[in-house]
């Protein structure tokens, strides 16, 4: 069994940082990709950054070159740094996980089996 477990969001101003993380709690394998995933209020849940078993990491594009996911060497925590945030980032974030090394479209919710609570993100202008 796996578990995700998002912390970090809050409310920041036009132009502010905030870094999420995913902590991953399992019973056996880890998973070896993993994506931040958020849905606005009235929107469809978006991909927003991703890790493949090879730690290539893809991105929206809204969001390159202000986004920066990442992990730590034991993979049990999942990182997203957001720097320049903007007020269209405003969304609930999610966590996600999959069960294999290597997917398709890792932008793509479906490819993803485990997924965290999700946490609030709000940036005001």
């Known amino acids: 069994q796996v578990q995700l477990m998002e912390s970090g969001g809050g409310s920041v101003q036009t132009g502010g940082s905030l870094r999420l993380s995913c902590v991953v709690s399992?019973?056996?394998?880890?998973?070896?990709?993993m994506g931040w995933f958020r849905q606005a209020p009235g929107k469809e849940r978006e991909g927003v950054a991703a890790l493949n078993g090879d730690e290539i990491a893809t991105y929206v594009d809204s969001v390159k070159g202000r986004f920066t996911i990442s992990r730590d060497n034991a993979k049990t925590t999942l990182f997203l740094q957001m720097n320049s945030l903007k007020p269209a980032d405003t969304a609930m974030y999610y966590c996600?996980?999959?069960?294999?090394?290597?997917?398709?479209?890792?932008?793509?919710?479906?490819?993803?089996?485990?997924w965290g609570q999700g946490i609030q993100v709000t940036v005001s202008s």
């Open positions: 996600a996980g999959s069960q294999w090394r290597l997917v398709p479209n890792p932008m793509d919710d479906h490819e993803y089996n485990y």
């Open positions: 399992a019973d056996a394998n880890i998973p070896s990709v």
